[in-house]
Each structure stands twice: as structure tokens, then as C-alpha cells.
């Protein structure tokens, strides 16, 4: 039987609190790949042109069906 004044092993805790959140979050920052300037470039292009092209087509959409409701005459 253990004695009371032994000391239990326990495992390690790890570190918590403000500080040491931003001490890790620093290391992670230290091991992200950034894109260069091209991709930059190439990832917004990509960005802009598919939000043009979806509004584009919501608003083709809109057009028809309001088109089509103005023709059965619901509006």
C-alpha cells in the first residue's frame, strides 16, 4: 500500500493559459508554407471570375423564372 506522502506519478500537463497559446501559435506560423505573389495572383483571378460567373447565373436565373411567373401571370 502506498504511503500517503509518496508522490504518484503523473503525466505531464501541458502548458495552458494566454501565453502559452501565443507561443504556439507563433511556431505554427513559423512552419506555414505562404504562396507567392503568382499564386496570389492566380488563386484571386480565380476568386473574382467565379463570383462573376455564379452572380451571373442567379441573376439569368431570376430573369427566367420572373419572366416565366409575369407569363402564367403571378405577378
Not at 501559435?25 to 463570383?51: C, D, F, H, M
Amino acid at each position: 500500500m502506498a504511503k500517503p506522502s509518496e508522490k504518484i506519478l503523473q503525466p505531464k500537463r501541458r502548458k495552458t493559459g494566454v501565453v502559452a497559446f501565443f507561443r504556439e501559435s507563433l511556431i505554427e506560423i513559423k512552419r506555414v508554407r505562404w504562396p507567392g505573389r503568382q499564386e496570389v495572383i492566380n488563386y484571386t483571378t480565380a476568386a473574382v471570375l467565379t463570383t462573376i460567373v455564379m452572380g451571373l447565373l442567379v441573376w439569368g436565373f431570376d430573369l427566367g423564372i420572373a419572366k416565366l411567373m409575369s407569363l402564367i401571370g403571378l405577378v
